[in-house]
């Protein structure tokens, strides 16, 4: 599977963004696909991921209830919505993929180049 994420841009506080991330290849609907996040230095971080029906979703807490991802299998893309955003989500974002509804970076197989968010305060 090959992952392309594109949506980031600058964004004032408060304002909204979505992340796309369009895969190529036939499996995509039998990955779990995940987000996450990294500042220069620090580790990847966890943001979100969705199961391979899209039913089952799971988020750090510091994004619940502002972020949403969802998916659509026949468009075979991922989608970061992002709302109510803040200068801490302030990141480069990625794609990826995985067998199960990890959250850990080492469990992910896929990973698509990343996509840079800068919120402004």
């Known amino acids: 599977v090959q992952l392309q994420a594109y949506g980031g841009g600058l964004v004032q506080a408060g304002g909204s963004l979505r992340l796309s991330c369009a895969a190529s290849g036939r499996t995509f609907s039998s990955y779990d696909m995940g987000w996450f996040r990294q500042l220069p230095g620090k580790e990847r971080e966890f943001v979100a991921v969705i199961s391979t029906d899209g039913l089952r979703t799971l988020y750090v807490d510091s994004v619940k209830g502002r972020f949403t991802i969802s998916r659509d299998n026949a468009k075979i893309t991922v989608y970061l919505q992002m709302n109510s955003l803040k200068p801490e989500d302030t990141a480069v974002y990625y794609c990826?993929?995985?067998?199960?509804?990890?959250?850990?970076?080492?469990?992910?197989?896929?990973w698509g180049q990343g996509t840079l968010v800068t919120v402004s305060s």
């Open positions: 990826a993929a995985s067998w199960g509804m990890n959250t850990l970076a080492y469990d992910y197989e896929y």
